[in-house]
C-alpha cells in the first residue's frame, strides 16, 4: 500500500505549472513478451525549465495517450486486445546547443486498462497501472521539431493486488511538434 501511495503522490508532479509552450503528436509501436503495442499520445512541454545550465538542462512534460497491447499469440485464451488511457509526467535532461540535441528521460504515470487478462500470460487484478519511462533520443528537422528516441516502459500495479505479472517493453518513439 506504501509503494502505491508513493506511486501516485510522483504521478502527481507539480501539474498546477502546466503552462505549455509547445504541444507535439508522438506515435510509439514496441514489443515485449508475445505482446505488440502501439501508443498514440498528445505531450505538452512546459513552458520554462525547471534547471538550466550552460550546456544543459532539465525540463518537464505531460504525456496523454491511448496504448493498444495485442497479443500475438493464438492458441490460448483470455482478451487478445485491451487498451490502456494514461497520463505520464516526464523529466527531461537534455543538450540542446548540438547540432542533434540528444536527451534521456525519465517518467512515471498512472494508466487505466479495459481489461485485466491479456491472453493467458498477462494478469493485471487491477484496471489501476502504473507505468514506469525510461528513454533516450534526439531531436532533429530545421525546427527540432521532430524527435526519435527509445524506450524501456513497465506497467504494473504496485501489488496492490495478486497477481501482478505487470508487462515490461521496449518501444521506438517519433514525436511531431506542432
Not at 485464451?77 to 516526464?90: D, E, L, N, S
Request: charged share 15%; aromatic share 12%.
Amino acid at each position: 500500500m506504501v509503494r502505491a501511495v508513493a506511486a501516485t503522490a510522483l504521478c502527481a508532479l507539480p501539474l498546477g505549472a502546466v503552462a505549455a509552450d509547445s504541444a507535439s503528436f508522438d506515435v510509439s509501436p514496441g514489443y515485449g513478451d508475445d505482446v505488440e503495442i502501439l501508443a498514440f499520445m498528445v505531450t505538452f512541454d512546459r513552458a520554462r525549465p525547471l534547471l538550466e545550465r550552460a550546456t544543459w538542462r532539465l525540463t518537464a512534460q505531460y504525456e496523454f495517450g491511448v496504448t493498444v497491447f495485442h497479443g500475438t499469440r493464438t492458441d490460448i485464451g483470455g482478451y487478445r486486445t485491451i487498451a490502456g488511457f494514461g497520463a505520464t509526467p516526464v523529466l527531461r535532461a537534455e543538450w540542446p546547443a548540438q547540432r542533434w540535441p540528444v536527451f534521456v528521460e525519465v517518467g512515471l504515470g498512472a494508466m487505466l486498462i479495459t481489461h485485466t487478462k491479456l491472453q493467458l500470460d498477462h494478469q493485471f487484478s487491477t484496471a489501476l497501472q502504473f507505468d514506469q519511462v525510461l528513454g533516450a533520443g534526439t531531436r532533429f528537422g530545421d525546427r527540432n521539431q521532430y524527435e526519435l528516441g527509445l524506450r524501456l516502459q513497465h506497467m504494473s500495479n504496485a501489488n496492490i493486488k495478486s497477481p501482478n505479472n505487470g508487462l515490461t517493453w521496449g518501444a521506438l518513439r517519433f514525436a511531431w511538434k506542432f
